[in-house]
């Protein structure tokens, strides 16, 4: 065989290796540049906090910069839209949470597919919420909150980050357990809801302790409840909702990270290589603490939990949301 026949057939085979397992040069190079982490809600707010804690720390492992956008609307699907658009190259991946599972009943038009339109990465985190209202509201414990929404009904405005929320899902869940409507006012996120109720332009929020710990601890809001079966540790004076007045009133928001679909395995390696670097990071580890959450185990921090994991939340959400018969458009 002529030398230049034996080089092209060399090439040739490599390239066909290449393209089969996935652009293994991509392995030592990636990642060469800045990666976007897209965090479908506003700055400042709760999945925000713990998009940049995490960004934070894969930073550190990949030794690239992991910067935060948040591409807020739509209760998260304008940011999942965006990257079910984007390149799988791995240098945009995406941070969400529990609505990734909801979004799918919530909207009959969604331009994405929740499950089948990303890569998953791994599960991240699992936040409590708590019931809280702006600092002069009435009503001094969760008892007294449900009777007073009941008398006063759509007249107490309620503010979460539009359908699709996880503030949206629990006054969702809460006005179908008091069996009251609340006059709902929608952001691009908690983080300029709570503002607002700070300021007191609104009465009541449902949010994650990523965002309430803070003002609870200095006594800017008043805090009724908070949505897990125990006590959270960094919030030991709130009470549980489950056995002050709401039975079986539960919710933690599951958060994850994905990227879009078709990403190449080496570069997917990398990315859950990174994430489970944060997971047992101690910085991690100490920053959720502070805000009432922890890392998950490092065993739910792979594609194959968060695949299986979400799959299931899909079917659990969309039989909860037909029964209430909510939907958004
Ligand atoms: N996670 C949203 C945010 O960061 C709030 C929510 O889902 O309720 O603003």
Redesign the pocket.
Known sequence: MPIQTTKRALLCATLAFTALSGTPALAQTFPDKPITMI?P??AG????TVGRIYAQSMTAFLKQQVIVENV?GA??TLGAARVARSEPNGYTIFLH?I?QSTAPALYRKLTYNAADDFTPIGLVADVPMTLVARKDFPAKDLKELIAYVQTHKDKVTYA??GVG????L?GMLLMSAIKADLTTVP?????P?MNDLLGGQVDFMC??TT?TTGQIKAGKIKAYAVTTKTKVASLPDIPVADTNGLPGFEIA?WHALYAPKNLPKPVADKLVAALQHAVKDPMVKQKLADLGTEPVAPARATPAALDQFLRSEIVKWTRIIKQAGVYAD
């Open positions: 965090v809600f506003a707010g709760p999945t925000d807020g209760g998260g949470h609505g979460n980050a929320s996880a503030s949206h629990c952001y691009k996120g908690t983080g809801a949010d994650q965002n928001v």
